[in-house]
Structures are given as C-alpha cells and as structure tokens.
C-alpha cells in the first residue's frame, strides 16, 4: 500500500500551544497517564470510556449545578445513560464566556449579510438580549420541554432564540428559510411546537424572498403553536398580520419581544434532559426527528473544539451553514471556546467566488469552514485566493458535509495557506459528532482525515461484521458516546431508533452503522480516515442528507409519473450527481427526442442525452422539488424508464442500483432472485456501461 504525500506538519509551536497537548499534560500530572502517540491516547479512551469522559469533564471545566453518581451504566447502544444525577444548562456554557468578555472590545458574534451591512454583537448585549427574549417566553407560556422551533436564516437573531429557549429547558428546533413548506411540516409537525420564531423573508444571491405566505401555511397547518416570534429581516417594516388559524396566535415582533430587559436565568436539567431536536433522512417515511441531550451536546462540542479543531478564545471562528444543518449547531457551541464567531447570511458565490475569501481577509479569520462542493467550484474557476487575499491569519481550513478529493487536498495547501491544519470531518446529524476528524499534533496526509475521535471506537466493518483495515467497509461505532440520539420523539419503543443504526450489525452487543463506506489506514502516528460515499439510500447533497422518500411524495404527485426512483451517486472521486427516474403513465404524450408514441428510450440512449421526459414535464417537476421541497435536493437530471426495480415485498431497490450506477458488476449489487421484477435491472446496467465509457 502506497503512502500518500505529507501536506502538512504542525510546528513546534502549534503543538506546545495546541489543546490536546494541555490536555495530554494535565493527564500526565493529574493521573499518571502518558502516551506515547495520538493512536495510544486513542485506544485509552475507547477502551476506557468512563476514565477518558470523566477526565476530559473535569478538564474542561464543564459547570455542572448537581454532581454526577457515575460517569456511565448500562454500556449498551442504545440505552446507554450518562453522567446520571448531574444538572447542567446547555445555554449557560454558551454565554459563560460573557463573565470575561463583558467589559472588553472582543465581540461574540460578527455578522453580514446579503441584505444587511457588518453588525458586531459583544458578549454583554448577547446576554442581554438572550435575557429579554428567554422573560417574554416565559410570558407566553413556554416551560421546561415544551417545542420552540424557527424558520430563520443564519442571523444572530437566531442564536439569541436559541439560548433563549434552552436557557429555560425548552427543546429547540430549526429549519432554513430557503426550506418549502412540505420539508418544513414534515419536520415540526412531528414536535407539536408551542412557538414558532420566523422571519418575513430573505435574500440569496441578489434575489429576495418573501417567505410570509410559507409562515402563514406552517401556522395554519401546526395548531400546537400559540405565538410567532416575528423578526422583519428582508423587509423592516414588514408585519406579518393575523394568522389564519383554528385557536388564537399571539404575533410578537422581536423588538417587542426584547423590550422588557431581564436577567439571564438558567435552569438547571438532567444531563439527559432534551437540548434540540434534528432531522436526518427519512429514507422509508417521515425525516427522523433526532433528540439530542444537554450534557452529550456540551461535552462531546467542547471535546471537538478543545481537542480536535484547536479553537480558543483567541480564535475568530466561521463555518459557512444554513440554520437547517448540524454544522450550524456545532457553529453556535464553539461559544463555549470564547472563541468569536462570524456569521454569514447569502449566497457565497455571489457576487463572486470571492465573497468568502474576502470575508476571510477583512475579519482575520483564523479558522475558515467550507464545503468540498464550494472548494471544486474555486478549483474549477481557476482561483488562488492566497495571490488575491491576505489569508495570513488562517490557522485552519475546515471542510465537511462530503468526501473531499485528494486533489482538493492538494489545491487548498498551494492556492490558499502552505501552513494550516486541514481539519477535514466526518460524521453527522445523527451521532451529534464528527466520528473522523483532524487533531493539531498530527501530519496531514493527502486525501486523508487525520484520525478517528476520541471517545469514538470507529472501525469499517466487512459484511462479516469484523474490523478491516486498509479496505473499504461499512463505518461503525462499535461503543457509546454521550452525544448519541436519546432517543427519536414520538418513537415509544425506539423502534425506528434501533432500526435506523443497529439493524445490520445486531449485537449483543450492538453496533452504530453509519451508512458511509470507509478504509482506514494505520499511519507512523494515528489510523487515517477515508469516507467514499453514502453505503445506504440516503441523499446527501452539500452536507445535507434527506430521505428519499421525501422527494417520492412530490414527483408522484404528478399525474404523469406512476413510480420513480431517486439515486445520489456521491462518491470520492466523483462530481457529485443526483439522478431521479421517473415510470411515465403515458410514455407516448410526454416523452420527446425518441419518436411519438414511442417507448422509454433504452440506458444507452438515456446516457447520451435522449432522456425520454418532455422538458415541459421535466422542468415542472424540477421547480416542484426546488419550492417546496428544497432547493439543494433537486435533481441533475430526470430520466424516463420502463419499471422501478422492486423487492419481492415491494420495496424499491435504490442501493443495489446506486451501486451499479458507480460501476459496481450487476451480480455484486443485486441478487435477480429476490427481486419482483429482475428484469428492470437491465436497463440501469446499461446506462450505466454507457454512461461510464
């Protein structure tokens, strides 16, 4: 096996100032620890749970109002119960920072955006804020558990909404403006949410986006909500008028509901108590609403900070996310660092690609989060930011939401900093953590993350359920960590829980699938990371996974399309490239290019551009998917084909021709004999042979 090129070492200097390295000291002269490398201190705290949780607890400073009993029982997934006894607030640990900052020129947060100019946002006015919002719910009856949800953008508003409800024990949850209404029901109708925080609209891109009447819909059609928190961000004089609906709704405009100044208040709950609730896919229903806990979500996003990504208080940190992706989530925690954060609403590609770069150079950003998807657009414009931006104050570039190529790698050390920490992560929405990630004592190796966590026993697995190494498997926790869902709302017997992770690698013990293909590869000082694409159905377009079956109940809407199959064919290597297939109802009235009246045409002809699907219909179909769905989930292209694949019991066979679509051979992908139709593979076997050339 072939080493690839060393991009990067950390400098002495980085290493003795770097987080874990305090850490590992602390552990040396706290318990007599010592390890000779990364990979040590690594199998330490999977093999010992407890010690390494209950250390880096105590470490880190975590302000707990009641002690804990003991650090960990039941160490089974799920069931696992963590720190038992202990109370915490999740809000306080944000604005802790406040007690140093308060009285000094270092801002929280600094925001811009398409529609407003630079804002900073110092620690005393956040607190303040927070406190003024957190009396006004209380005034509209919000109590510990109840649901506050929002449909904002990524404005600061929406982080003072956030610590203000969990500040109380109120259970947040969000979705981004630029998400329709069917998404956005989809979501929060699961919750029942007492208040709904929204604004009056957006911009992207130039454009504005009046999202009022979407409001009104999400109003009417959730009669669990008693009040809009209203904020006029496109527009400031924009009102929202009487909604619609069954009972009274109380409307408050932000600036009414800030009005009466309070102190913060933060009430103390279980470590278990419900933070947030997220949505990942909802591959056979409804988007799974995802309960994470105080204590999982303070420890495990302190961890990843101190540890892994190597902010600080000195740190002006960015990560470029919508309020409906967990990097937002874990964006809003790095308050914990003390670290400022920088806040940017738009479209990053406009006016140019260097909007972000700019942003970069202006605030002196020393930790700069992207997307791969963003890197190939500035690999492909030709850009090297580093001869057009002064980016000597980056200390770290951080990349997720998808795999990121070697060349990409290659591209970020020659066109933006030859020294910084290429802190490329992967995890998710569902664990609450990244399960690989990057470590400031550790090398960077082209096309590689640089370690798997700490407190993560991440391993591939083979379809025989033992570890591999140096091959591509199936990615899997194999032990507990306190970040992990408590459990799924609405699931009473955590059924849908246990079969979303534990299906395939049933225990005792159980054992978390992911649904990433993964290789890891020992290194001189840790396991690296290579994540190749989805193993499972899951879509995942820019860091955001959805569930097939959310785009199955806009296309068949149609009355043209009888069935469709939907196929993300992300994967290392590729651009990614998501393919939805359509079974027309009357081929011969809307297809075009193929001859009237004439049948679907075959996989090769699909591969070289006769589609089979009228424009009209097409675009149509498209536009659906963009509004009300969401505009990051529409498809590439729409394909026209005979019959959609299926299982003996019916169900639709996306991962055997996702695999097939990758180039995987037919008999690997799919056993004919299990198949209701075993015929309708032949046609995506030769599209893809065809599309493939």
């Given amino acids: 096996m072939s080493t690839p090129e060393v991009l990067w070492r950390p400098s002495r200097e980085r290493i003795a100032r770097a987080g874990i390295t305090r850490y590992r000291d602390w552990l040396r002269q706290t318990r007599g620890l010592a390890f000779a490398d990364y990979e040590a201190l690594w199998t330490w705290s999977v093999e010992h749970l407890e010690d390494f949780w209950e250390s880096f607890h105590q470490w880190a400073g975590v302000m707990a109002h009641t002690p804990h009993s003991n650090v960990l029982s039941a160490r089974t997934m799920p069931g696992a119960r963590w720190f038992e006894g202990e109370t915490l607030n999740y809000a306080e640990h944000l604005l802790a920072p406040a007690r140093v900052h308060a009285h000094t020129s270092r801002p929280a947060l600094v925001f811009e955006s398409e529609l407003q100019a630079r804002t900073e946002i110092g620690w005393d006015r956040l607190r303040a804020e927070t406190g003024a919002l957190t009396a006004t719910l209380k005034r509209l009856g919000v109590a510990k558990g109840d649901r506050c949800v929002s449909y904002m953008p990524n404005i600061p508003q929406s982080v003072v909404a956030l610590l203000a409800t969990t500040s109380l024990g109120a259970v947040w949850s969000s979705s981004s403006p630029d998400m329709g209404p069917v998404s956005v029901l989809d979501r929060f109708r699961q919750i029942e949410p007492k208040v709904l925080f929204a604004v009056d609209g957006y911009r992207y891109g130039g454009k504005d986006f009046d999202r009022r009447d979407v409001v009104r819909e999400l109003v009417r059609q959730l009669p ?259 970040s992990m869902p408590l459990y799924f709302w609405g699931d009473t017997e955590g059924r849908r829980y246990f079969d979303s992770y534990f299906d395939v690698f049933p225990g005792p013990p159980n054992v978390w699938r992911h649904g990433d293909w993964l290789a890891l590869t020992p290194r001189a000082e840790s396991v690296t990371a290579t994540i190749y694409g989805r193993s499972d159905s899951t879509i995942n377009r820019y860091g955001i996974r959805m569930g097939t079956s959310e785009l199955y109940r806009v296309v068949e809407e149609f009355g043209e399309v009888a069935d469709s199959l939907v196929v993300d064919l992300e994967y290392l290597g590729r651009e990614s490239f998501l393919a939805l297939f359509v079974v027309l109802r009357e081929p011969g009235a809307t297809i075009s290019g193929v001859g009237a009246k004439g049948p679907a045409p075959d996989g090769a002809a699909a591969a070289r551009g006769q589609t089979g699907v009228d424009p009209a219909l097409r675009q149509r179909i498209l536009d659906a998917l963009r509004t009300r769905l969401s505009a990051r989930h529409v498809p590439n292209e729409v394909y026209a084909i005979p019959e959609v694949p299926r299982t003996m019991s019916g169900k639709k066979l996306e991962v055997p021709v996702r695999k097939i679509l990758l180039g995987q051979a037919v008999e690997k992908s799919v056993n004919r004999d299990s198949m209701a139709n075993p015929a309708s593979i032949d046609w995506f076997v030769t599209f893809a042979a065809a599309r493939n050339r």
Avoid at 233 to 255: F, K, N, Q
């Fill in 224 to 482: 669990s909500v008693r009040a809009v928190v209203f904020v006029p961000y496109l527009d400031a004089d924009a009102t929202l008028g009487a909604p619609d609906a069954a009972a009274p709704v109380e409307v408050v405009s932000w600036s009414d509901a800030l009005a009466r100044p309070a102190e913060c208040a933060f009430t103390p709950v279980p470590f278990d108590h419900p933070l947030w609730i997220v949505y990942s896919s909802g591959t056979t229903g409804m988007p799974k609403p995802i309960v994470h806990g105080h204590g999982g979500t303070v420890l495990e996003n302190l961890k990843s900070a101190l540890l892994h990504l190597d902010v600080g208080e000195d740190d002006r940190f960015f990560w470029f996310s919508s309020t409906g992706w967990i990097m937002w989530n874990l964006w809003v925690s790095t308050l914990m660092t003390g670290a400022t954060l920088l806040q940017f609403d738009g479209n990053p590609g406009h006016p140019d690609l260097g909007t972000l770069w700019r942003l970069a150079e202006r605030e002196r950003l020393t930790f700069m989060g992207i997307s791969p998807a963003f890197v190939g657009l500035c690999m492909k414009a030709g850009m090297r930011p580093r001869e057009q931006f002064d980016l000597s104050a980056l200390r770290t570039i951080g990349s997720t939401g998808s795999p990121l190529t070697e060349e990409a790698y290659r591209w970020i050390y020659s066109a933006v900093h030859p020294d910084l920490m290429l802190a490329s992560i992967s995890g998710g929405t569902d664990p609450g953590a990244a399960f690989l990630t990057s470590c400031p004592i550790l090398p960077v190796y082209a096309g590689e993350m640089q370690c798997r966590t700490l407190g993560g026993a991440i391993h591939a697995y083979g379809d025989d359920g033992k570890p591999l190494l140096g091959q591509v498997g199936e990615l899997v926790c194999a032990e507990p960590m306190p």
